[in-house]
């Protein structure tokens, strides 16, 4: 296991060095021109050239890059170019917001998934298995947007049970220590604001859930159908288990590898994806820091905000490959 | 049994970070409940700095414009000038030295007086590249609207001095008609001295100014909570105890939460939203007088549009009626010339093209485009303020220039490329617009067509259009401050631009915004900075 672990880490190194390449080409490669956006719009050309030397956007491309790679061996992200704050520093509130809001929604959508799964399985072919299988297809083909503006129109607009946006009262000053406000109002023990946190969390939390709970009662049915066909199950019935039992214990353990799969990839997809959501939600996380990053040409928070992004979700993947191993110890990748 | 360390660990971990957290926290300040009146406006997007001089962006500017006081303010509810941190002022017959004498007992958010010494020391932060504090990011707006800056051979100001603790004087190289107009824009507002010394580079996220309110918390693309500053010189003001900007980014969702009572207030409406505002008793309606202007560009360099009479001819081919019902849902007035009516010198005689297409053939025959020509027109992609969809009014034109005979390809970009492009001229046709930045005619005509801003690249007179008698009157407008001489100056250039059409002037846009009926006192200001200060709402639970 051990072994495993590190070999697995070491294979991140090429990885990572391919993913920087990329975010550094793709940035550099987009039209537009980033002294221009900093000195804004109605700067003389002199003073357009003078940032342009500043930032070293005068050097060839490759030693550009190299630079680039020096600062981030060194923790340095960059300074973004219109805040001119360091980007490391920037990014902790927004990633905590997106993480919030993901790890919220993964929850809610592995606990309604696997269980959709796993009860139309066990009920195949019942009343049961056919409505939860039509609304998992509903699910996946709803548009995550229009949900949430009828999630808004319902439940905060018509019937004025949750906040419409937002992470918590504006009207409340929190001096934020984790960024995970459920965390940290937890923390200052005030259950009344971690209430009002809990409220704002709970719309886009399901929106953003809609899709991947659909997809894990999917693919935890079929796991489920196909490992209920083999014999140990019916040996595990023969010995006089109960139900329940075989169900959640011998056929879960064992039809799990490939729910996990997909719950490790919807995460990963969520934390860089979630810009609708958090548009509509006015939810401040990486999604809408990205968008706007990228809507106002400010290209060092785009390549290191994206390369976070992606190393995150290969460390997601990491993660998962060692649950893998560790459910099922069968697995050992490339072990000879 | 090999499994259990990996939970222990993790669980260990967990428990272990969340010590070192509270630990962190035992000096917190921790959480403030609201007590008091609060108002939220809701935006669509959030401020970048709040550093007012170092920002172009309305969405800065309205947060600053509350944090800050300038030496002169624009009236309530037009763009005429008015005390504000001075209380009175002259000037020299030849327009080259102005006295202001300083209101007394202001003093900034931090307890340091507003004087002399204030005044003098932020216009040398903002003129003077090498002053220690002129830091922290680009002062745009200042070489933008005063000639460069210190040294350079168009800077107007050549000098701010102290004549005594609450005056001020401003020596001017060459006299300029807008120097009030220019003075009174928020980027121009008085900072805190011992605040900006103390670290101009994070001035921008701990503002301190003398305005109405003070700043308190800023959680980036959320919200920017505003205190009322109890000293606030101009007594009984702010009615409300907190302002709030939020920023919501989805139009829709903004709107919902103003329904559901998020927000008291909103900007950025879908224009399709708005009839629903008037039908609700709980919401009412503003309409903004749009200081802007949307139009249609002839690139001038290029052939055939050098010819007066295609220029013309396409001018009677636009029908800006439907237009402004198609695209601007009826929230729009028809631009007839380069500048909006409710500002200085604007000339109601100048007649505008009318809609009709059998003159436009007639134009373009008289020409010699009888067999029809072919044209590119350039359209942004992206949603402006004065432009909402500018794809789709290309589609339109299109279709009327068609019976005309002139076949036009549609060309659109992503908006930051589309304004690189077009400023440097590579289209034949280009839809594109203007925010006024101070209420003055100045700030339309001779930036948006003089010859002198139709440089080869980075143009703001994207037409190319290079008459020198229009030159000579806008020069001679802006460095008169003989308000009645320079109404007629610009009322003349504007007979003369209608006559030479460099342009089709499309639209002024209309810009609605909603809030609760329980709102009082809002005015929308054409400059869009808003007085929110002025503005009371009934106490929500």
Redesign the interface.
Known sequence: ?FAYTVRRLLMLIPVLIGMSIITFAVVHLI???PA??????????Q?VEEIRKELGLDQPLYKQYLDYVKGLLQGDLGKSL???RPISE?IG??LAATAELVLTSMLIAVFFGVNLGIISAWRQNSWFDYTSMVIALIGISIPV?WL??ME??LF??TL?WL?????M???????P??HFYV?D?L??G?TE?LWDVVKHLILPAVALATVPMAIIARITRSSMLEVMRSDYIRTARAKGLSEFWVVYKHTLKNAAIPVLTVIGLQLGLLLGGAVLTE????W?GIG??LY?AI?E?DYTVVQSGILVVATMFVLINLLVDLIYA?IDPRIQYGRK | M??KP?WTLALAMVFLL?MV??A??SG???????TGT?L?YGRG??A??LDPIQV?DGESLKVTGMIYDTLVQYKDENTEIQPGLAEKWESSPDGKVWTFHLRKNVKFHDGTPFNADAVVFNFERWMDKNHPQHK???F??Y??MFGGYKGDKDHVIKAVTKVDDYTVKFELNRPIGPFLANLAMPPFAIGSPTAIKKDP?KF?ENPVGTGPFKF??W?????I?LEKNPDYWDKGYPKVD?L?F?????N???F??L????IDIMDGMNPSDVAQVQQDKKLQLFKQQGMNVAYLSFNMKKKPLDNPKVRQAINYAVDKKRIISNFYAGLAEPAVNPYPSFMLGYNKDVKDYEFNLDKAKQLLKEAGFEKGLKLKLYAPQDPRPYLPNGKKVAEFLKEDFKKIGIDVEIVTFE???Y??KVKSGEHELALYGWNGDNGDPDNFLYVLLDKNNARE??A?NISYYTSEEVHKLLVEAQSSIDQNKRVELYKKAQEIIKQDAPWVPLVHATVPIAGKAEIKGFFPHPTSTYKLHKVSVEKKN
């Open positions: 296991m039209p537009g021109d221009q956006t900093i000195a804004g719009e109605k700067a003389t050309p003073r219109i805040t001119k920037e509130p927004f947007f949430g503006l808004q129109w905060a607009q004025d906040p419409s946006n937002g992470r009262d504006p009207r409340i000053q929190m001096v220590i984790t965390i109002t923390i200052y005030d604001v548009t509509i939600f006015s401040p809408r820091y706007t809507s040409r560790w | 090999r499994k990996f969340s957290l509270v962190c926290n917190g300040g921790g959480i403030k409940k609201d609060t939220i997007a959030d970048k700095k172009t922290g990011g680009e745009t707006y070489p933008d580079e921008n308190k918390e959680k980036k693309n959320d919200t909570t907190k709030i939020k920023s919501i980014p989805d829709a969702a903004r919902t939460a329904k559901s009572g998020d908006w930051k490329t304004q690189e690249k980075d703001s």
